[in-house]
């Protein structure tokens, strides 16, 4: 079945730390996103990126970082620079320049120790 | 002012029962509009976009407002499995020919709590 897989479900951080949320997606979609879901509120863009090796930054970018570097592939690192990390981030995927369906993976939920 | 805001409820309703959610948007230049679904702690899934002539989808019915800057979600004949959070999603992004969807802003959701 086709679709969009993170992982972990689960990651938790220590002080200092960077870790890497992994995003995979196997529908040869063209535009990948990282959101970030505080409780209560609303999704925010962290990344996106529209083709190989090409990424912009969203609206909260400061603390994180991408690569490209496969059609298939978007990991997120959340580095030290994220002094609230604590967080539900979503990886989305679409095709197309003017469908503006997105498909969600199932989330990571990203604790700090 | 928040872009897209939303009455984060709960709503508690019987089952069998109507529910309305509004949400207001702030930028006029609004193209597109888009209801999602999120089940706690999953991902969020697309109910249904939203058109300016207003559409229906079963039991689902969507309305734009654009004087008023609002749209709207109706549910009729509420099922329990209709309990979960309805996002608000706009686009403030240029359509057509342009990859806009970066430029999604999502409201902070409105809880529904359906009760037998």
């Known amino acids: 079945d086709g679709g969009i897989t993170q992982s972990p479900k689960y990651l938790f951080r220590k002080e200092g730390q960077n870790v890497t949320l992994s995003c995979e997606q196997n529908?040869?979609?063209?535009?990948m996103y990282w959101y970030r879901q505080d409780p209560g509120q609303g999704l925010r863009l962290i990344y996106y990126?529209?083709?190989?090796?090409?990424?912009q930054k969203g609206d909260i970018a400061e603390g994180y970082s991408v690569s490209r570097e496969k059609k298939e592939s978007f990991p997120l690192t959340v580095t030290s620079a994220q002094k609230n990390p604590t967080a539900f981030y979503l990886c989305?995927?679409?095709?197309?320049?003017?469908?503006?369906?997105?498909?969600f993976g199932s989330g990571t939920q990203l604790s700090v120790l | 002012r928040k872009e897209v805001e939303q009455d984060p409820g709960p709503f508690n309703v019987p089952e069998g029962a109507t529910v309305a959610f509004n949400c207001t948007y702030s930028?006029?230049?609004?193209?597109?509009f888009f209801w999602y679904r999120q089940d706690c702690r999953k991902e969020p899934k697309l109910l249904m976009s939203?058109?300016?002539s207003g559409n229906e989808d079963g039991r689902f019915t969507a309305q734009l407002n654009r004087a008023s800057q609002y749209i709207s979600l109706l549910i009729r004949d509420s099922k329990l499995s209709d309990s979960a959070t309805y996002l608000c999603?706009?686009?403030?992004?240029?359509?057509?020919?342009?990859?806009?969807?970066?430029?999604?802003?999502f409201g902070s959701g409105t809880r529904l709590l359906v009760r037998p």
């Open positions: 999603v706009v686009n403030i992004g240029m359509v057509g020919g342009v990859d806009s969807s970066y430029k999604l802003i």
């Open positions: 930028n006029s230049a609004s193209q597109s």
């Open positions: 939203v058109y300016s």
């Open positions: 990126s529209q083709i190989v090796n090409d990424f």
């Open positions: 529908l040869n979609h063209d535009a």
């Open positions: 989305a995927s679409k095709t197309g320049l003017t469908n503006e369906k997105l498909f």
